[in-house]
């Protein structure tokens, strides 16, 4: 199967021009389009995607990034945690670096907690049966992330001492609910395409219903993105917002079956804090009662700090995450917060606007 | 870490649940617990570990039909 072809510099040429002469040129008016998955903000930073765009196409990277949005509360939490109790943590490394209100998870590693980076949940599974003491697994991530941690959980043969601190979070209820709240705004939507996979596409349809606004879901590549956008374009110039599958080779409709059992099976979804951004009703998954022996935060009696810190002082974050700001607007960006040095989330993870923009030479 | 990779299976095991995908000259471990009928040669995307769902060849034509068409609309002048 050649999908090298989404790729393809003459395809790109094509929809960026038809994009540019056909479509953006009947709009009178700055057109804002959202995605919400940092994997689209990694592609159009390593493609240029935003080079080949008019004036009046703005992309902007809405709250699409896992580890951006975990609060500050859970990670305190954990760290306290791991710092007084003779317990393993272990983590994707992407949230190694991230800060907490005191400290990131290297920083109490270089204290003495016992931290370990891990690359699925399969691996901090297998990290725990050679291991004596309790192994928590810190689980950051949307429902690409969420549905293995069910599957796992569900057909896994797993030791008596490995438990989970889910922070997994479900992304379209989060971002509606931010819509209705008037926190983000936008023409149209690009559909997290792996996101998507799991949930399906229905669950976008009341973004449609309720504020008019195209949705389209995307792949990777830069094909896949520029399609997208041209379809969002064309919905607005006909006049007729809907939920557009942009990414067949890979989305249903209905979302990945399997994997919303095994979801449903493990989890429910109660309220959470996205951080820098407030609590969320039905945005978290929490482990069902028939699972609750993995459940580090009833086991462990987890206390959380009242006094956490989402944001240090002059880092704008916050307003990054919404696409209210690009990074350059913040005065510490490339300065005195660098991937290095992160002084906040949004320069930590691939996913993070901030890193992606640095990574990608924004610099100046 | 969010990063979902297109890859090839190489190898399932008896299981059934796990097996070998490939990509860019690199062999992972991997899971398949949420894919039914799985064969060896599909290509898959895979997530944190775990292959999230299957990429169809036929839908990939039809995706590359869909951006055909799309530019097809603009040489028509349609
Ligand atoms: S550049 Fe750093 S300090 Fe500024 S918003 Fe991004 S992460 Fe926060």
Same mark, same amino acid.
């Not at chain 2, 990509?23 to 992972?28: P, S």
């Given at each position: 199967?050649?999908?090298?072809?989404?790729?393809? #510099? %003459?395809?790109?040429?094509?929809?960026?021009?038809?994009? @540019?002469?056909?479509?953006?040129?009947?709009?009178?008016?700055?057109?804002?389009?959202?995605?919400?998955?940092?994997?689209?903000?990694?592609?159009?930073?390593? !493609?240029?995607?935003?080079?080949?765009? /008019?004036?009046?196409?703005? +992309?902007?990277?809405?709250?699409?990034?896992?580890?951006?949005?975990t609060?500050s509360r859970d990670i305190d939490a954990i760290i306290d945690l791991a710092l007084s109790e003779n317990v393993r943590i272990t983590t994707f490394g992407?949230m190694l670096?991230v800060?907490g209100?005191k400290l990131s998870f290297q920083k109490a590693h270089s204290l003495g907690a016992d931290i370990q980076m891990v690359?699925?949940i399969f691996d901090a599974i297998e990290q725990t049966r050679s291991s004596k003491k309790p192994n928590i697994f810190f689980a950051c991530?949307?429902?690409?992330?969420?549905?293995?941690t069910?599957?796992a959980l569900?057909?896994?043969?797993i030791p008596d001492n490995f438990f989970i601190y889910s922070v997994?979070?479900?992304? /379209? @209820?989060?971002?509606?609910?931010?819509? @209705?709240?008037?926190?983000?705004?936008?023409?149209? &939507?690009?559909? /997290?395409?792996?996101?998507?996979?799991?949930?399906?596409?229905?669950?976008? %349809?009341? !973004?449609?219903?309720?504020?008019?606004?195209?949705? *389209?879901?995307?792949?990777?590549?830069?094909?896949? *993105?520029?399609?997208?956008?041209? &379809?969002?374009?064309?919905?607005?110039?006909?006049?007729?917002?809907?939920?557009?599958?942009?990414?067949?080779?890979?989305?249903?409709?209905?979302?990945?079956?399997?994997?919303?059992?095994?979801?449903?099976?493990?989890?429910?979804?109660?309220?959470?804090? $996205?951080?820098?951004?407030?609590?969320?009703?039905?945005?978290?998954?929490e482990l069902?009662?028939?699972y609750s022996r993995f459940d580090a935060k009833k086991n462990f009696g987890i206390k959380y700090p009242?006094? !956490?810190?989402?944001?240090?002082?002059?880092?704008?974050?916050?307003?990054?995450?919404?696409?209210?700001?690009? #990074?350059?607007?913040?005065?510490?960006?490339?300065?005195?917060?660098? /991937?290095?040095?992160?002084?906040? #989330?949004?320069? +930590?993870?691939?996913?993070?606007?901030?890193?992606? $923009?640095?990574?990608?030479?924004?610099?100046? | 870490?969010?990063? =979902?990779?297109?890859?090839?299976? +190489?190898?399932?095991?008896?299981? =059934?649940?796990?097996?070998?995908?490939?990509?860019?000259? *690199?062999?992972?471990?991997?899971?398949?617990?949420?894919?039914?009928?799985?064969? *060896?040669?599909?290509? +898959?995307?895979?997530?944190?570990?775990?292959?999230?769902?299957?990429?169809?060849?036929?839908?990939?034509?039809?995706?590359?039909?869909?951006?055909?068409?799309?530019?097809?609309? %603009?040489?028509?002048?349609?």
């Open positions: 199967m050649d999908l090298e072809v989404f790729n393809d #510099p %003459e395809i790109v040429k094509k929809l960026s021009e038809t994009i @540019k002469n056909k479509e953006s040129s009947r709009i009178n008016r700055t057109v804002k389009i959202m995605h919400i998955c940092g994997t689209h903000e990694n592609s159009i930073v390593r !493609f240029g995607l935003r080079d080949l765009l /008019p004036e009046n196409i703005k +992309v902007i990277a809405g709250p699409g990034c896992p580890v951006c949005v609060s992407d670096k800060p209100t690359y699925s991530g949307f429902e690409t992330t969420a549905a293995p069910a599957s569900i057909d896994l043969d997994h979070k479900y992304t /379209p @209820k989060g971002v509606y609910a931010l819509l @209705k709240s008037g926190k983000i705004n936008m023409d149209g &939507l690009i559909l /997290p395409g792996h996101a998507a996979t799991i949930s399906g596409l229905e669950v976008y %349809e009341r !973004f449609v219903k309720d504020f008019g606004i195209p949705c *389209v879901s995307a792949g990777f590549e830069a094909a896949d *993105v520029l399609l997208a956008i041209l &379809l969002i374009l064309k919905q607005i110039n006909s006049g007729t917002p809907k939920v557009e599958n942009g990414y067949k080779r890979v989305i249903n409709y209905e979302g990945n079956k399997k994997a919303q059992e095994a979801l449903n099976e493990v989890f429910f979804l109660d309220s959470a804090i $996205w951080r820098g951004l407030g609590e969320i009703n039905e945005t978290g998954y069902n009662r028939n009242d006094n !956490f810190i989402e944001h240090q002082k002059g880092c704008r974050c916050g307003e990054v995450i919404l696409g209210n700001i690009t #990074p350059l607007e913040c005065h510490l960006y490339a300065k005195r917060c660098t /991937p290095e040095d992160p002084i906040g #989330p949004c320069m +930590v993870s691939d996913e993070g606007t901030c890193k992606n $923009w640095y990574d990608g030479g924004g610099i100046e | 870490m969010c990063l =979902g990779i297109a890859m090839k299976v +190489v190898e399932i095991y008896d299981s =059934g649940i796990d097996g070998i995908v490939e990509g860019g000259g *690199v062999k992972r471990h991997c899971f398949f617990h949420m894919i039914d009928d799985l064969k *060896v040669g599909d290509y +898959v995307i895979v997530h944190a570990g775990c292959a999230i769902e299957k990429i169809e060849e036929e839908e990939a034509n039809e995706n590359l039909k869909l951006i055909e068409q799309c530019l097809l609309g %603009e040489e028509n002048g349609s």
